[in-house]
């Protein structure tokens, strides 16, 4: 029992040892916590507010979308012909941080020039990265290329559109309801309003000409078929799918929205979503105590490590206290 009464006793006089640093170091820690809170006010007042615009979106109903006479052809025969809008759903999302929605983008609305850094509206082209930060960047593997390619546009729409579902209580309360948020931040309210509002059209834009094609190209397949068959029963089943593939078309054609229903429209508040002052605040009290701690346990480190060599007391002299030098110096 006596190496470990000898374990407990030196580990509790590690401990002591420990907190009579932190407390004698006291004055580097209002040191440190005052800077961190100086420079967390000096970020809040610097930082551009972004304001956040939500949209809450959900699959198209089927029933909804489902014709007569494609309704009835499903009772007949078991099958549905139209597209499965849980997957023309699933595919939206994955568009939404796609390169070829941010193709889209760049070529048709041009946000690219306005969301990305670069853009020289006098001129009219893209400047070379310079400075620290695009060397930084290079070193990285992260440079920009120059003009943005489709790709790199595409990781910066994944970092800032963000998906949220709002059933999140397990896979069953998402089967039932699969309704999503859509936010994006800008620096304007009606600014993030507009390019979410865009960033939705164009997505459904690129799902749309997708399946606008393959039912374009049933529809000619099937008036082909009609125009060499001559048995009764068969032209009959052709017609039928003639019927539901017009129908399929017509939707995909005047439909305001293809493969999504938009529940909530784009809106926005005038409140900013960041930065948050409490948030700021807090990381900055927090990262302040941490520094002051570090730099106080370095200080015991470095005097134990000494008064193993020399015999001196640990705290002799006393940890030093910056607030008095401070003072002594705001006195003079």
């Given at each position: 029992m006596a190496p470990l009464d000898s374990e407990s006793r030196n580990d509790d006089f590690l401990l002591i040892l420990i907190l009579r640093a932190l407390w004698q170091g006291r004055g580097i820690f209002v040191l440190c916590?005052?800077?961190?809170?100086?420079?967390?006010?000096?970020y809040l007042a610097v930082a551009k507010p972004r304001y956040r615009a939500v949209a809450t979106i959900s699959p198209i109903s089927s029933s909804a979308s489902l014709g007569k006479a494609q309704g009835a052809f499903a009772a007949i025969t078991g099958m549905t012909l139209?597209?499965?809008?849980?997957?023309?759903?699933?595919?939206?999302?994955?568009?939404?941080?796609?390169?070829t929605l941010a193709d889209r983008l760049a070529k048709h609305d041009g946000l690219d020039k306005e969301l990305l850094n670069g853009w020289d509206p006098v001129v009219k082209q893209w400047r070379q990265p310079s400075g620290p930060m695009a060397f930084l960047r290079w070193l990285l593997g992260r440079s920009r290329p120059t003009p943005p390619s489709a790709s790199y546009f595409a990781e910066y729409l994944t970092a800032e559109v963000m998906?949220?579902?709002?059933?999140?209580?397990?896979?069953?309360?998402?089967?039932?309801?699969?309704s999503y948020l859509v936010s994006f931040d800008?620096?304007?309210?009606?600014?993030?309003?507009?390019?979410?509002?865009?960033i939705l059209h164009e997505a459904d834009y690129v799902m749309r000409q997708s399946q606008m094609q393959t039912t374009q190209n049933r529809v000619n397949?099937?008036?082909e078929q009609l125009r060499t068959t001559t048995e009764i029963p068969l032209r009959d089943g052709?017609?039928?799918?003639?019927?539901?593939?017009q129908q399929n078309l017509?939707?995909?054609?005047?439909?305001?929205?293809?493969?999504?229903?938009?529940?909530?429209?784009?809106h926005a508040d005038n409140v900013p979503a960041s930065p948050r002052a409490i948030l700021a605040m807090g990381i900055a009290l927090i990262a302040g105590l941490l520094i002051?701690?570090?730099?106080?346990?370095?200080?015991?480190w470095r005097r134990f490590t000494r008064a193993e060599a020399t015999g001196r007391p640990v705290f002799d002299p006393p940890f030093p206290n910056p607030m008095r030098r401070l003072e002594a110096l705001w006195n003079r």
């Open positions: 916590v005052g800077a961190a809170v100086l420079l967390g006010f000096f139209g597209g499965d809008h849980d997957a023309d759903f699933s595919d939206y999302l994955l568009v939404l941080h796609s390169a998906i949220t579902p709002l059933s999140s209580t397990g896979p069953a309360a998402m089967a039932q309801n699969r800008h620096t304007d309210p009606m600014g993030a309003m507009r390019i979410l509002n865009a397949y099937l008036h052709l017609q039928s799918l003639l019927t539901s593939e017509m939707s995909e054609r005047v439909d305001q929205y293809y493969s999504i229903k938009i529940v909530d429209q784009p002051g701690a570090t730099i106080n346990l370095i200080l015991l």
